[in-house]
């Protein structure tokens, strides 16, 4: 079976490497040393191919030139790509909890010592976001379908949107574009307005 | 009624040395895929330009590192599909070897659907999620646009009234577009 990708971000190597060793089995690791610009470090985050992020929290304690801490990284991950599995390993939970959105990302790293149950949770987290995933494209899809043998109803149109919304922000948030536009009614104007310009292009031509 | 897929298609033109950091291709890709994504056709402008848009390795890197900076193996692509294609190992339809138009069509409306005849172009079509209504709604676009300029130019030639309307109509809602579009970018 195919083994999971996940970043791990850490400013010390070596524990880095600990990461690695501690989940040889269970994941590819694709280690992320935090650069001095936060955003050049999301970067490298978001445009790979990676299953899940871990963080540490404190990424400034073995380098003074890093300004930001592992929940302002997967808060901007959470930013791109909504749902996106992220968890924060810290030697402080208190502190990442009060900081944190979220106080189920937030594991201490002792329990890297104490067997495979932080694994366990990541890998669980990775196939529960991905299997519900494969739900709304299984879904949507059999909507599309539906669409073009018959006419759907007020509720299968409003899943459709929504499906489609759900979609397109687990794989970029940024550039998604409005509600409004996915609206069957905004896409039937455009399309009669282009109808109208072709028309008018024809009679004008006939007439010359 | 089934519309092209796309009108042109694109060409790696780049014949220079290999660069170390296949970043280092970006304007070349940029230009060469004619600032359009290379599975979607979609133009950067709509996702909020070049900075939104990544360079994907069509063969992923993760099997084969050999071709990391190879310049024929890199497609200019927007974060949507590259990142639903991921390092997916299964077969993909290179956008400047092969005529998408022979396995992906359009519905009046811009949808992207497969060609019932192009396998490939099924798979491709659920993996990379060319059914998202964005699509649908950036082609239009980009005939709002077309259409702006054909209008203009009956507008020009005979002067006539309707022409003149509906250029009118139709330029503020592309504008409206244009303004709503980039507000949420």
Known sequence: MTKFTVAYIDESESDIRRFQRFSYSYFN????????????????????????????????????????????????????????????????EDDAINKGDDVNIVYEKKELDEGNNFLDRVKSQIEKYKHQLEVNEARI?????????????????????????????????????????????ESNEL???????????????NKQ | MQLPFRKTAPTRTYKGKEYSDYNHYKDHLEKDFEERCGYTNCHQF????????????????????ELLTKYSNLVYSCSYVNRAKSDDLNEYLDPCDTDYNLHFYRDQIGHIYPM??????????KALKLYLKRYSIIWMLEALEEKMDILQGLVDQTGD?????????????????????????
Do not use: C
């Not at chain 1, 030139?65 to 929940?71: A, K, S, V």
């Not at chain 1, 929504?162 to 009614?185: G, H």
């Not at chain 2, 009234?161 to 970018?185: G, S």
């Open chain 1, 141 to 185: 899809i059999e909507l599309l379908q539906e669409n073009q043998k018959r006419k759907l109803d007020a509720f299968e149109k409003q899943e459709l949107k929504e499906l489609d919304s759900k979609i397109e922000k687990a794989l970029d948030k940024e550039s998604q574009i409005p509600n409004s536009l996915r609206d069957e009614k």
């Open chain 2, 161 to 185: 009234e309707q022409a003149k309307n509906l250029f009118y109509v139709i330029t503020t809602k592309y504008m409206a577009y244009k303004k709503y579009l980039k507000a949420v970018q």
């Open chain 2, 116 to 125: 019932n005849t192009s396998d490939t172009g099924k798979y491709m079509y």
């Open chain 2, 46 to 65: 709509w996702f909020g330009g070049r900075r939104t848009f990544q360079i994907d390795h069509f063969k992923p890197k993760v099997k084969y590192p």
């Open chain 1, 191 to 205: 399309a009669e307005l282009l109808k109208a310009v072709d028309q008018l292009a024809n009679n004008l031509k």
């Open chain 1, 29 to 92: 690791v694709l280690p992320i040393l935090p650069l001095p610009d936060i955003k050049e470090t999301i970067k490298l985050i978001i445009d790979s191919n990676i299953d899940a992020v871990i963080a540490d929290f404190d990424l400034s304690e073995q380098n003074a030139q890093i300004h930001f801490d592992g929940t302002d990284l997967v808060r901007a991950v959470l930013k791109k790509r909504e749902g996106f599995p992220v968890f924060i390993l810290t030697s402080f």
